[in-house]
């Protein structure tokens, strides 16, 4: 990844920076749901930050908004997505909700 944003100069958030991002806005600063996600819509719109897979981003917010699981599961579910996996397996039952996802 030569390039991370648009403009040089730009900064590249890595997706495990991206999860403790999230769970640093849960448990440190107590931000719900929604303010959790407008903070991240916030830096996808910010040209001076670039992501690992904005497209994978993008998905694994809209299941995160859409549904009770934390980021880092959607997230997980969305790369395996794009990856063209058949499923995500997990022993999580809470993730058995996302779509494309096997309860083991």
């Given at each position: 990844?030569?390039?991370?944003?648009?403009?040089?100069?730009?900064?590249?958030?890595?997706?495990?920076?991206?999860?403790?991002?999230?769970?640093?806005?849960?448990?440190?600063?107590?931000?719900?749901?929604?303010?959790?996600?407008?903070?991240?819509?916030?830096?996808?719109?910010?040209?001076?930050?670039?992501?690992?897979?904005?497209?994978?981003?993008?998905?694994?917010?809209?299941?995160?908004?859409?549904?009770?699981?934390?980021?880092?599961?959607?997230?997980v579910v969305a790369k395996?997505?794009?990856?063209?996996?058949?499923?995500?397996?997990?022993?999580?039952?809470?993730?058995?909700?996302?779509?494309?996802?096997?309860?083991?």
């Amino acid at each position: 990844m030569a390039a991370h944003g648009t403009v040089p100069g730009s900064l590249l958030v890595t997706d495990v920076v991206l999860v403790q991002a999230f769970w640093t806005l849960r448990s440190a600063f107590e931000q719900d749901k929604p303010a959790q996600s407008l903070a991240v819509r916030s830096l996808l719109e910010e040209t001076a930050f670039g992501l690992e897979d904005r497209e994978v981003v993008l998905a694994a917010l809209s299941l995160f908004e859409a549904g009770s699981c934390g980021f880092a599961d959607c997230l997980v579910v969305a790369k395996h997505a794009r990856q063209g996996c058949d499923f995500t397996a997990t022993f999580d039952r809470g993730m058995r909700k996302l779509p494309g996802v096997k309860l083991l």
